[in-house]
């Protein structure tokens, strides 16, 4: 029995869940280390998503004759540009945007109790099924009403931290670029043998895996956000280029991004006009269409084959555990997590294959 797959999977996991709980009661001694780790973690993600966007250019300059200081420098000197562009052509847009969506959040929180004010009153004359859905509607938007004004002070809050954060990601982002073929094998080169072989193609597969995602996510999400945008503005939706952007990092999240960009969209679509909500429905349904039948399928293609039941349950899960960089991450540490386990059943099979084998 102790030679069963399911004995020592389930004898790891009992092992596994001792050694957190050990863990967890002497949580003192790892505690500065926890802060160093938190304090390191975003600035390190950051770097290694501008890193995974830069390498190519950097693969091609080198493949040029472009020594490496010289590729770093034109990178860091291109993203400076684009950086400059866009802070002097659509800063100004946004900075606009954003205080007139301030100045306008009491009007608009009021606009949204006046609309569950109308709604009681005309209750009454409906059926009862749907005065029944009506209640659970008027108490959703009742909790959006009160708490629309505090979302957008927690967001530009939570906006500001993170650019001060991203002070320290171009010491990570500079640092990959100049050694990024030594992180593989300071790893590898610690084992020997077919061990070592495994280890370096486990490593190769995660970089491919996470190299695939990152960089046909990011495309997927600006080539939405243009479409977006480019949508909003021909129906005359009153902050299109601030809803395009939050829609340029809500499709990030796979599934459930475009939906959650999709609301601020239909609540400001609706205080400004209720016929808008209809474009602003047409212009989400053709982006999203365009994106499933067009974008997605050519640019991702089969590179994680996740099933959609499973990504929507890894970002549920997410969520309530960490928060949005949990909806952030899920996916990819999922992605990851799956490759180290392909490789480790794949290496079982084979030493298997070969214990068995006839001599």
Sequence with gaps: MTKKLWFQTGVALL?????????????FIFAPVAIIVKTAILPVIFGGVLFYLAEPVQ?????????????????????????????????????KQVNSLIDNAPELTEELNEIRINLLEQKEDLPEPVRDSLDSALDSLQSIAVKFGLWIVQFLQSFVQAVVLLILVPFFFIFMLKDHEKFAPLIYNLFTGERREWVKKTL??????LRSYIQGQLLISTILASLILIGYLAIGLEYAL?????????????????????TPAVIIAYLQDPKLVIWVSIVTLAAQQMDSHLITPNIMGKTLDIHPLTVITLILAAGSIAGFFGILLAIPTYAV??????????????????ATKSI
Excluded: H
């Design 15 to 27: 092992l596994a869940i001792l050694i957190i709980k050990y863990f967890m009661e002497i949580n």
């Design 59 to 95: 693969r091609r300059l080198e493949a040029s004759n472009v020594p490496r200081w010289g590729s770093i420098t034109i990178i860091v000197a291109c993203i400076a540009v684009i950086i400059w562009a866009f802070a002097s052509i659509i800063g100004p847009i946004i900075s």
């Design 204 to 209: 190769n597969d995660i970089d491919q895996v």
């Design 242 to 262: 601030l809803l395009a952007i939050f829609a340029l990092f809500m499709n990030v999240i796979p599934f459930l991004g475009p939906w959650i960009a999709f």
């Design 337 to 354: 997590i799956k490759v180290i386990v392909i490789n480790i059943y794949e290496r079982r099979k084979e030493i298997k294959r070969a």
